[in-house]
């Protein structure tokens, strides 16, 4: 079974531009999460989706956007880059939005802003 | 707010030996989920083990168990026969139960970078 796909891996932006990352879930899995990682911040949640429907949303401004496709693909958006929004940001898949539910992660994709 | 606090940026153990990681949190909520998850330097996060707060028995998974104190917040990671393989970055991670609000977010730790010594 694949497990959780994020795209691209790396990528470098400038300051202003912005980007979208892509995440495929676990086949079955209705739920994406997406989180950002950065050596001062560490590990915060940005939002969840599930059937298409943001369910929760952590404290981002809203540069910060996502979608959820019919097939469960997730796709999440920064507009208007800035220098601190170079981290790793790292996708994660559930079979239901459940808090109980095992959440398996994607290796993440590296953005660089410069 | 909850808040998820990891004291130790780094701990070394000897390989074969017994490591302690320590995790404490801070709830107003009585459904909540506990986990650690570790990350090793290919940035995956993997689940290493959960707790669910209702539970009293501590989780157990192979060389990993947890002892889980609920009236004093408190939620230790221990790693028995420690392998180089352990040696990562583990975060402890909170996850409210939201039977009321309806929201499940996800709050970390720090992390603690463990060192395995051959």
């Known amino acids: 079974k694949a497990g959780v796909t994020q795209t691209p891996r790396y990528l470098i932006k400038t300051r202003g531009q912005q980007v979208t990352l892509s995440c495929s879930p676990i086949?079955?899995?209705?739920?994406v999460s997406w989180y950002q990682q950065t050596p001062g911040q560490g590990l915060q949640f940005l939002f969840e989706?599930?059937?298409?429907?943001?369910?929760n949303k952590g404290n981002f401004p809203g540069r910060f956007s996502g979608r959820q496709f019919s097939n469960s693909r997730s796709e999440m958006n920064v507009s208007t880059l800035e220098l601190g929004d170079s981290a790793l940001y790292l996708c994660?898949?559930?079979?239901?939005?459940?808090?109980?539910?095992?959440?398996?992660f994607g290796e993440g994709s590296w953005l660089t802003v410069v | 707010a909850q808040t998820v606090t990891q004291s130790q940026p780094e701990m070394s153990v000897q390989e074969a030996e017994t490591v302690t990681l320590s995790c404490t949190y801070d709830t107003s909520e009585s459904d909540y989920y506990l986990f650690w998850y570790k990350q090793p330097p290919s940035r995956q996060m993997i689940l290493v083990i959960r707790q669910e707060a209702y539970k009293q028995q501590n989780a157990t998974e192979n060389r990993f168990s947890v002892n889980f104190q609920k009236a004093a917040k408190s939620f230790s990671l221990k790693i028995s026969d420690s392998q180089l393989g352990d040696a990562a970055m583990y975060f402890c991670?909170?996850?409210?139960?939201?039977?009321?609000?309806?929201?499940?977010?996800?709050?970390f730790g720090t992390g603690t970078r463990l060192k395995v010594l051959a």
């Open positions: 989706y599930f059937s298409e429907t943001q369910r």
């Open positions: 086949s079955g899995h209705r739920s």
């Open positions: 994660a898949s559930s079979l239901v939005a459940s808090s109980g539910n095992t959440i398996y």
């Open positions: 991670a909170y996850r409210s139960g939201g039977s009321t609000s309806g929201t499940y977010k996800y709050i």
